[in-house]
């Protein structure tokens, strides 16, 4: 059913019209049987325009947008599926100044569009609990650099940011990362995240931060001492995974976006995990699996507000 595409060039040529779009989305959104968005009605009319539907239960017309990220949208569909593309094929994500070139679009277009996608792939993460082996840490994003730890400093950003935000990030080996732009460094804030997240008697990989002292009861916790350079104690107490997961965080924020508010650092973050977590994805497969969650629209007041 679904078509193939391994380029921006395949996909233009797989949806050359908004007509193919509309069939596409409606493909993927119905594929376990047709729903009104409205009422949940499982008995849809089809109109003769192919653009429209009607509940046969609550009698409400409708499109295949409604109630989907492409809500109220005045942009082609096409180009949100270019937009997609984009997104999710660009190993470090792409800038609103960008995609705004390359759509012909307005900055302010752009920015609501990606920041719908980042809507999108965000309501399909964090389900599963993380397990086995689970390196867990933090990072600064932001603030003044020296008054930072020294694994903790961002290259390049010295003396940059007068405010600072904490990320908690836990990745299990070889797998799924869950991360969070945490409002404060509290003890139970962290701890909390982190027992929401990672399953009871999992190997748990930090640092000696105050705030993971006391996870030792519920996980299997062992430390890397990096005040004093001491990175990899053995062969499994390390948290390089983590370590590689903040210089990615960092790459983005930084390098392609320059730098982002702490209200949207949350965005930003979510599209970082969603990214790393499809790392071994083929380009179609990544493409579908936005597709897949387009459900749940995000208004721009509620996105500025
Ligand atoms: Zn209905």
């Known amino acids: 059913?679904?078509?193939?595409?391994?380029?921006?060039?395949?996909?233009?040529?797989?949806?050359?019209?908004?007509?193919?779009?509309?069939?596409?989305?409606?493909?993927?959104?119905?594929?376990?049987?047709?729903?009104?968005?409205?009422c949940g009605g499982t008995r849809?009319?089809?109109?003769?325009?192919?653009?429209?539907?009607?509940?046969?239960?609550?009698?409400?017309?409708?499109?295949?947008?409604v109630g989907t990220i492409f809500h109220d949208t005045k942009l082609p569909l096409r180009k949100w599926?270019?937009?997609?593309?984009?997104?999710?094929?660009?190993?470090k994500g792409i800038a609103s100044t960008t995609?705004?070139?390359?759509?012909?679009?307005?900055q302010k277009t752009a920015w609501h569009v990606l920041h719908r996608i980042r809507h999108a792939a965000r309501t399909s993460s964090f389900n599963a609990s993380l397990k086995g082996t689970v390196e867990g840490d933090t990072t600064f994003i932001g603030g003044k650099e020296r008054n930072k730890h020294a694994h903790k400093r961002t290259p390049g950003s010295q003396g940059g940011f007068a405010t600072k935000a904490?990320?908690?990030?836990?990745?299990?080996?070889?797998?799924?990362?869950r991360a969070f732009h945490v409002r404060d460094t509290r003890v139970k804030t962290v701890q909390d995240i982190v027992r929401n997240n990672v399953a009871k008697?999992?190997?748990?990989?930090?640092?000696?931060?105050?705030?993971?002292?006391?996870?030792?009861?519920?996980?299997?916790?062992?430390?890397?001492?990096?005040s004093e350079g001491e990175y990899v104690r053995n062969y499994t107490v390390h948290a390089n995974t983590m370590e590689s997961v903040w210089a990615l965080l960092?790459?983005?924020?930084?390098?392609?976006?320059?730098?982002?508010?702490?209200?949207?650092?949350?965005?930003?973050?979510?599209?970082?995990?969603?990214?790393?977590?499809?790392?071994d994805m083929k380009v179609t497969a990544r493409m579908n699996d936005v597709f897949s969650c387009i459900e749940g629209r995000l208004p721009y007041k509620a996105l500025i507000a």
């Not at 849809?44 to 947008?65: G, N, Q």
Request: net charge neutral.
């Open 44 to 65: 849809v009319y089809h109109f003769s325009d192919r653009k429209t539907f009607k509940c046969a239960d609550c009698r409400e017309r409708f499109s295949i947008k």
């Open 250 to 279: 960092k790459r983005q924020i930084i390098g392609v976006h320059h730098w982002v508010s702490s209200k949207h650092l949350h965005r930003y973050v979510d599209e970082m995990t969603w990214r790393f977590n499809r790392r």
């Open 99 to 106: 995609l705004a070139k390359d759509l012909k679009v307005t």
């Open 201 to 226: 008697g999992s190997a748990l990989m930090t640092d000696e931060d105050r705030v993971f002292r006391g996870l030792g009861a519920d996980y299997f916790h062992h430390t890397v001492n990096h």
């Open 1 to 38: 059913m679904l078509t193939h595409f391994d380029s921006l060039f395949d996909l233009l040529a797989a949806f050359p019209d908004e007509q193919s779009c509309i069939d596409h989305v409606r493909a993927i959104r119905w594929q376990d049987g047709e729903f009104c968005p409205h």
């Open 166 to 177: 904490v990320v908690l990030g836990m990745v299990e080996r070889e797998g799924e990362l």
């Open 81 to 91: 599926f270019m937009a997609l593309w984009m997104i999710t094929n660009h190993p």
